[in-house]
């Protein structure tokens, strides 16, 4: 009975130390240098349909965490017979959606606006994050069997390398339109320049820290 007890508060323990740091992430990748963009054949295009492809976003703190959505503004897909040659996306900062507070709690407007200011994303001064794809073979990334992608990811005007993982890649046979989804994948939001509350940055913040990991994941959709 006692041995069993004290699995059990083991257990307990170890579970909310995992909730305590904050770090839920999924599928971390790592950031490298930036690399060189796959060139877009303007034969091949398909433009991105920005009212239903969108970013989401999730970010950690001790006991809690934030998450939303960002609307694609503009992309295209250098994409034919579910074959991927390259393709650009961009995201306009000042769409971010927060979902997780209330209307009756303010509807986020203060998490937005701080998200958007000085101390993360800077949004006046760096307005867009771009994704550029890089590293595809001469031949062409077939969708259907692929199982990720790499690309350039520019956040508040650096630009790292990263490789996101693909959950899956559909064509509607009626309209031609390709949807392609990721799976959950993290990135450090400090590798480009994003710290405020970072353990790694400032001493002293206590429990007032903010986990460096962003969860992140996207639904491309093709007109």
């Excluded at 509607?172 to 799976?183: L, V």
Aim: net charge negative; hydrophobic share 40%; aromatic share 8%.
């Amino acid at each position: 009975m006692k041995k069993s007890l004290l699995m059990a508060s083991i257990g307990m323990l170890s579970l909310m130390t995992i909730a305590c740091s904050g770090n839920q992430g999924q599928n971390n990748v790592s950031a490298t240098d930036a690399a060189e963009v796959s060139q877009l054949d303007s034969a091949r295009m398909l433009s991105v349909d920005s009212m239903n492809s969108y970013l989401s976003w999730k970010g950690f703190k001790p006991g809690g965490e934030h998450f939303g959505k960002l609307p694609v503004s503009f992309g295209t897909l250098d994409l034919k017979d579910g074959v991927l040659h390259a393709g650009r996306v961009s995201i306009r900062l000042d769409g971010l959606v927060v979902e997780d507070i209330k209307p009756e709690e303010g509807g986020g407007d203060k998490l937005r606006a701080h998200l958007l200011g000085e101390d993360f994303f800077e949004s006046d001064k760096y307005p867009e994050v771009t994704f550029e794809l890089t590293d595809v073979p001469a031949s062409g990334l077939e969708l259907a069997s692929a199982k990720e992608i790499k690309g350039n990811l520019t956040i508040k005007n650096v630009t790292k390398n990263i490789s996101i993982p693909l959950e899956s890649a559909v064509r509607d046979e009626a309209t031609g339109a390709y949807t392609i989804t990721s799976k959950h994948f993290t990135i450090n939001r400090t590798d480009w320049n994003v710290k405020y509350g970072s353990k790694n940055f400032f001493s002293g913040l206590g429990d007032n820290f903010i986990n460096d990991d962003i969860e992140l994941a996207f639904v491309l959709k093709t007109k």
